[in-house]
């Protein structure tokens, strides 16, 4: 399926002959004998994307780049001159052929020609356009975890936008405009800087390193610490407290324990090439374009790969939590969209999914119909079942006819409060008996959920919008026991990202382990549509 964008222009036709730069075209207007020839050929080029055809029917099939003029000039040089940019917003430069474009204007001679320009202008640019404003790819197509709704632009607004008065200045404004956004241009910028000047030095050989260690693979790991950014030049032999330091701040950059000993999970993030860190910005750009879209003043911001969440406001953090995310496995791996939060539940009861009553309790209730006694059998009518009047053995996967539901308290699976922003993946935060997991440095270990290290603080911070004591009000209604379900007055978006390369406000650059894999084929698919690395490297 084609993708369509563009971004960031230069103006370099300033005292240049337009008609020098953009390709001469026929200076006489197209007179009535040879203007339906031009349509016809426009017709015929646009006819297979259906609101391009519409476009041009309902403008009479007006010339937007091949009239003659100042006007359609501009906008031609503007479209050209924005393919310079396209290698830096890592998009597929040689899908934007500016030479063979050139080649159709110094050829075009009869009406005919011209059409034909006319419709294969308006596609490259319709193609750069959506390319560079909402992502060359489409997500769903790349990993089908990824459920994320592409905000299109629709082609009556690029075509409008590029016949406005500024065309230039239309184009400039395509690609995201996100701190985020801007951060990532220029990470990549830094680091292919590094991969033409030697990136960062040869791997450190040993499997792990510790304070107080001397020898060639202690200076290995200093190099490459000092390749990075992270140290300052200097020949020292010795790991010594200013190293230690140094893989401290890395490992906190690296979502790792932040102890300061070179282990082998340490070891084994430091080695990655940067080549791989490379390809890890290029997908974030790519992402971020695919949210490319209003996210909300307030709004909840879940990152599988850190294993956090998040309370923003106006781009900056409020309140933020660990998380546990969906295990790496079968169907349990948390899904990536956004939606809107507009509930929580205290003392919520946990209904089991019918995935997880089927594949995991059937089988159990099969070898003793009392396991599990937390748990409760419901019939279609709502009424509490007798398990022990329940062959349990004649029933399976598929015409299981009970509802397993578990009543609040402590043990509840979700814990004493979720929060819920209804969506058709049944995917929601919540809290967990199970706090140990928290203390874990990677935490894929749920059903799919997101659960909160720090539910009551995060229902605090959402609840102060609308209660004047939002811990008062909360705990009042845990202590009833009783489920309660609690509305949020002005509802906040929830957006569940994936990003193993994200930017600090002052433009750090931080990696995360790709745990679903993910991005590797989101790389693979960008690669195949033609973005590649400086000097062709895969």
């Known amino acids: 399926?084609?993708?369509?964008?563009?971004?960031?222009?230069?103006?370099?036709?300033?005292?240049?002959?337009?008609?020098?730069?953009?390709?001469?075209?026929?200076?006489?207007?197209?007179?009535?004998?040879?203007?339906?020839?031009?349509?016809?050929?426009?017709?015929?080029?646009?006819?297979?994307?259906?609101?391009?055809?519409?476009?041009?029917?309902?403008?009479?099939?007006?010339p937007v780049w091949t009239a003659p003029g100042d006007e359609a000039r501009m906008r031609r040089a503007?479209?050209?001159?924005?393919?310079?940019?396209?290698?830096?917003?890592?998009?597929?430069?040689?899908?934007?052929?500016?030479?063979?474009?050139?080649?159709?204007?110094?050829?075009?001679?009869?009406?005919?020609?011209?059409?034909?320009?006319?419709?294969?202008?308006?596609?490259?640019?319709?193609?750069?356009?959506?390319?560079?404003?909402?992502?060359?790819?489409?997500?769903?197509e790349v990993d089908d975890g990824i459920k994320r709704e592409v905000p299109l632009r629709s082609v009556e607004?690029?075509?409008?936008?590029?016949?406005?008065?500024?065309?230039?200045?239309?184009v400039r404004g395509l690609a995201p405009r996100t701190g985020e956004y801007t951060r990532l241009l220029k990470a990549k910028l830094d680091l292919?800087?590094?991969?033409?000047?030697?990136?960062?030095?040869?791997?450190?050989?040993?499997?792990?390193?510790?304070?107080?260690?001397?020898?060639?693979?202690?200076?290995?790991?200093?190099?490459?610490?000092?390749?990075?950014?992270?140290?300052?030049?200097?020949?020292?032999?010795?790991?010594?407290?200013?190293?230690?330091?140094?893989?401290?701040?890395?490992?906190?950059?690296?979502?790792?324990?932040?102890d300061g000993v070179a282990g082998a999970g340490t070891m084994t993030e430091i080695n990655v090439p940067i080549g791989e860190r490379l390809k890890?910005?290029?997908?974030?750009?790519?992402?971020?374009?695919?949210?490319?879209?209003?996210?909300?003043?307030r709004h909840i911001l879940v990152n599988l790969t850190?294993?956090?969440?998040?309370?923003?406001?106006?781009?900056?953090?409020?309140?933020?939590?660990?998380?546990?995310?969906?295990?790496?496995?079968g169907d349990r791996r948390s899904p990536e969209f956004s939606d809107e939060m507009d509930h929580l539940v205290i003392n919520p009861t946990w209904n089991v999914p019918r995935s997880i009553a089927t594949k995991e309790y059937l089988p159990a209730f099969k070898r003793n119909p009392y396991s599990n006694s937390h748990l409760k059998l419901y019939n279609a009518r709502g009424q509490v079942v007798d398990r022990g009047s329940v062959n349990f053995a004649a029933y399976n996967e598929r015409n299981f006819p009970f509802d397993v539901k578990q009543p609040p308290s402590s043990r509840n699976a979700l814990g004493l409060v979720k929060f819920m922003f209804p969506n058709k993946y049944n995917i929601y935060l919540h809290d967990t008996p199970?706090?140990?997991?928290?203390?874990?440095?990677?935490?894929?270990?749920?059903?799919?959920?997101?659960?909160?290290?720090?539910?009551?603080?995060?229902?605090?911070?959402?609840?102060?919008?609308?209660?004047?004591?939002?811990?008062?009000?909360?705990?009042?209604?845990?202590?009833?026991?009783r489920e309660t379900r609690v509305n949020l007055k002005e509802p906040v978006p929830v957006h569940l990202?994936?990003?193993?390369?994200?930017?600090?406000?002052?433009g750090r650059i931080t990696f995360r382990r790709d745990v679903y894999g993910r991005d590797g084929r989101v790389w693979d698919a960008l690669q195949r549509a033609g973005v590649i690395l400086p000097g062709g490297q895969s």
Not at 158 to 164: E, Q, V, W
């Open 434 to 481: 199970s706090k140990s997991l928290f203390d874990r440095e990677a935490r894929d270990f749920s059903h799919g959920c997101i659960r909160l290290a720090d539910p009551f603080d995060f229902a605090y911070e959402l609840l102060s919008r609308q209660e004047a004591d939002p811990q008062g009000f909360f705990q009042s209604i845990l202590r009833t026991g």
């Open 192 to 258: 292919e800087y590094r991969v033409n000047h030697g990136g960062w030095g040869a791997p450190v050989a040993a499997s792990s390193l510790k304070p107080g260690q001397e020898g060639r693979d202690v200076v290995a790991l200093r190099n490459r610490l000092i390749a990075m950014g992270y140290l300052p030049w200097s020949v020292g032999t010795r790991y010594d407290a200013e190293m230690q330091m140094a893989v401290q701040t890395f490992q906190e950059d690296h979502g790792l324990l932040p």
């Open 306 to 329: 850190d294993f956090h969440a998040r309370i923003m406001d106006d781009d900056k953090l409020t309140f933020v939590t660990r998380s546990v995310i969906g295990q790496n496995t």
């Open 280 to 297: 890890s910005v290029i997908v974030a750009l790519e992402r971020e374009r695919w949210m490319n879209m209003e996210r909300g003043k």
């Open 1 to 62: 399926m084609t993708r369509r964008s563009l971004k960031g222009i230069r103006n370099v036709l300033a005292g240049v002959c337009l008609a020098a730069v953009v390709g001469a075209l026929p200076a006489a207007p197209v007179r009535a004998e040879v203007g339906m020839a031009f349509m016809q050929a426009v017709a015929e080029a646009s006819a297979r994307d259906r609101d391009v055809a519409k476009w041009y029917r309902d403008t009479g099939y007006a």
């Open 497 to 506: 990202i994936y990003r193993t390369a994200v930017t600090d406000p002052k």
């Open 157 to 170: 607004s690029y075509m409008t936008g590029i016949t406005s008065p500024d065309p230039v200045g239309f």
């Open 78 to 140: 503007a479209l050209l001159d924005a393919f310079a940019v396209a290698h830096a917003h890592a998009l597929p430069e040689g899908k934007y052929s500016a030479d063979k474009l050139r080649a159709m204007m110094s050829r075009a001679v009869t009406p005919r020609d011209l059409g034909r320009l006319e419709a294969e202008l308006t596609r490259v640019y319709l193609d750069f356009a959506t390319d560079i404003q909402t992502g060359v790819l489409v997500p769903r």
